[in-house]
C-alpha cells in the first residue's frame, strides 16, 4: 500500500494515473506468472506467495497452503489435476 501512496503522490494527485501506472507495474512484474490452479490466484491470500510447488508429470505449479490443504481434504498425496503421486515422474 505504501508503494501506491507514493506512486499517487510524485503524479500530483491524479489517481486515475497513478493508479494505472502502479497496475501496470504489478502487470509487468507478474507477466508470465501462471494462477496456482487450486485456488485461481497468482498471489495466495494468506502468505502472499506465488505457486512455487510444481508437479513433475504435468509440470503445473501450486502454491503450498493450496497443495497443503487439497492432500488434507483428498486423504491422498496426489497431483489434482493430474492424478500421479506427487513427487513421481511417469515420464
Not at 26 to 51: A, M, S, W
Not at 61 to 87: E, I
Request: overall charge positive.
Amino acid at each position: 500500500m505504501l508503494t501506491v501512496t507514493s506512486i499517487l503522490q510524485h503524479q500530483n494527485g491524479a489517481v486515475a494515473e497513478g493508479l494505472m501506472l502502479w497496475r501496470s507495474n504489478i502487470d509487468r512484474e507478474f507477466k508470465g506468472v501462471e494462477p496456482c490452479p487450486i485456488c485461481y490466484l497468482v498471489i495466495h491470500g494468506t502468505n502472499h506467495q506465488t505457486p512455487r510447488l510444481v508437479c513433475r508429470q504435468c509440470s503445473n505449479k501450486f502454491h503450498s497452503a493450496c497443495l497443503y490443504k487439497w492432500f488434507q481434504s483428498s486423504s491422498g498425496s496426489k497431483c489434482p489435476l493430474c492424478q500421479v503421486p506427487w513427487g513421481s515422474n511417469y515420464r
